[in-house]
């Protein structure tokens, strides 16, 4: 029998990998529809993290082929109300629990936003999963499994703070070579400093006061930043560690003082 | 050239991912038959550890579709008889080594049990695996690459103790989000109580005393004991770590006494 | 739409798993080249840590099939020079940075290696890395995507001393079940030894004075020495862990003393 090209499904979850949810999850959605291509998109959540899993999730999404289904499973046990969205963007599908974390990814939300319906207190979460992902893979409308969202969770990020002089952003994500992101988008930073030199100040360090645009830009062992390939800018040390030696963590404040 | 479906292979392991021994292993597989569909089941098993490689299995293959092929990796390096089962079950099939694993899974074994032949002392279990997992794939009978299984390795699971008003069971799996699963099953609970009401005990916390049916069903940070979906009673804590919390750990004991 | 058999691309990478650089470079490969199967091979390489990547790669790609694309992303984001290797050599295909890790992995390099062009600084790696697999997935030539390499980065792993009756090793690699491989090779140990009887030390423990062929070729407990599958000298204890038992870290000498 010839197959047809398998529709990708990206997992998002705080599941961890040395457990049983995970694999349950996985076994449901194969059962659910023949021809699925699951790829781990990221199981390291911590429990109930909708913030970095949302921050995760926006960063990767967009580099997906047309037609992935995203399915996102992070903090949807203990919802109280128990809601499941179904969204279709830019032509690929996202699925996952109505408790904020499409807010967080989308802000507004997309106008094709659906309510999963047709399930019932009892049903397991991989089930109500696999069921809202084999109807997405075989191509059947939204409609068919719920309705238009008329209101859902909001979740509101951090966002910066503006003076005519300066940005006062948060270290939003530390990322596995250390380098840390901040929630200054390029956007905002040419909007407010207008093509001004700047210093940029975290915790007690010196401040840095030019953009580079590689890490070794400096030489080994300095401290830069730089906008990253999402426009978010960045704090790194070629070759090294940032947020360790700099004993920077998350939530911390960044100030960029733009100069006149 | 036209592709058929892909075959289903599931894989459970005490390797680890930090090391060579799991790329090893999926190369051998993807070479020894093309258009396989590997699944990480679960690589995280603390070496040696069959009871929990067992436990996450059992809770898991069940949601996997037909014609699923499911390779056991775990303890298998030390077997001094060095012998491997293959076993067909409910339309599924299962391959692994012969040292109690597949007795914690199924209890009594599946009667299409076979033991794996035609391999030398030198191959290593990387190329076992594969031959074995090819054969399965193309769907070839086993006995073309073993003998009917007359007797093989055994290995008990605790059981609870159980008295007229009372069953005394012990934790067998603390999940990631820190819930307490324990070898009490509903059928149990339901033989011995005949729907009286009960006290359960756990450490030194306060009993608890009644089940819910969704975390939620308790005010966030109460305790609460619940039969998760495969019917095993769990112990958690409503948006809590039960375990930490509660200082829980691997085989203590839990108490349910029915009140007369 | 019937699909073509896929083409299987192995990931090694020291990205980890919890961040979104991973992610991103899936939703890449897998937006470049519709019917890639994307196999994780290994994303624990501590950060920029290209001698182990080569040691668990080494260990792992000769198990694949042919036309088998590996990518391997281990410390490029910090190269200066930018340059980046496809290789064909064995009818394996091997993309990644031009750092070294090539020679560690080869040794000499392969006549087929090539230098990527066609990018721009600006060019994410991911960009870089989705261009290149798509163009060998769809088994176009390399010269429409580089030039031969006339030179490369290299870059020499630690070689064992020799004399008439000793050979003198570094501990290369120390596994999850804490077995710890050198890098003296069954071939070596043959040319110096001719046959003969042998001690083997390793920090402070008693020498151990003849080879087993499996684990349980001793006692339980019992520290051995072992030529594994690849030919490499290998110190493990029976159902024990070897390097924490005995103290033993990565680059520990180990010394084999032949008698007379």
Redesign the interface.
Known sequence: ??????V?V?LTT????????L??L???L??AH??L????????IP??DIVRAA??FK???????EG?IHLISVND????RGRFLAIRHERQYFIGPDNGIFSLIFGKLPSETFVLDGYT?KD?L?TIYGRAVAHVARQKPFLEIGLPATKFSERLAFQPVIGPNYIRGTVV?I???DNVTTNITRELFEDVGHGRGFQLLIKRMSPIDGLS????DVPEGEPLCRFD?DGFLEVAI??GRAATLLSIQLEDMVQVEFVN
């Open positions: 029998m010839a197959a047809t090209t398998p990708i990206t705080d599941f961890g990998r040395e457990d049983f949810h694999p349950r996985k076994g449901s194969l059962s023949q021809g291509q699951l790829v781990d998109l990221n199981h390291e429990p109930y921050f995760v960063r990767s999404w967009v580099h997906y082929p992935t046990y203990y919802q109280p207190k397991a991989s994500f990322d596995r070579f645009f590689r890490y070794h390939h070629n070759l």
